[in-house]
């Protein structure tokens, strides 16, 4: 059984910097392509970033480029997502996904 859990979200002030965690089990984590989504109130679904199975290749949102920074160790079956310079329109649940399947995910709020 796939297995999804999202941790490290909280509350963080404007400009201030959060590391969420995705710990993954029941599929050969170190073989697969990794995303972060994430449902901001009221809003659908939006990708955020993408690394491949060996965290060589990634790829972000316009919207998160050059303030987040996803990563992977594939020994441990963790994904990761850094997030510097965060910013109110950040405040989201954010998923990790994996086959079209997510986690019960994390809430991330930016606020003052």
């Known amino acids: 059984e796939v297995q999804l859990v999202e941790t490290g979200g909280g509350l963080v002030q404007p400009g201030g910097s959060l590391r969420l965690s995705c710990a993954a089990s029941?599929?050969?984590?170190?073989?697969?392509?990794m995303s972060w989504v994430r449902q901001a109130p009221g809003k659908g679904l939006e990708w955020v970033s993408s690394?491949?199975?060996?965290?060589?290749?990634?790829t972000y949102a316009d919207s998160v480029k050059g303030r987040f920074t996803i990563s992977r160790d594939n020994d441990k079956n963790m994904l990761y997502l850094q997030m510097n310079s965060l910013k109110p329109d950040d405040t989201a649940v954010y998923y990790c996904e994996y086959g079209g399947g997510r986690g019960q995910g994390t809430q991330v709020t930016v606020s003052s």
């Open positions: 690394i491949n199975f060996s965290g060589r290749t990634t």
């Open positions: 029941g599929f050969t984590f170190s073989t697969v392509a």
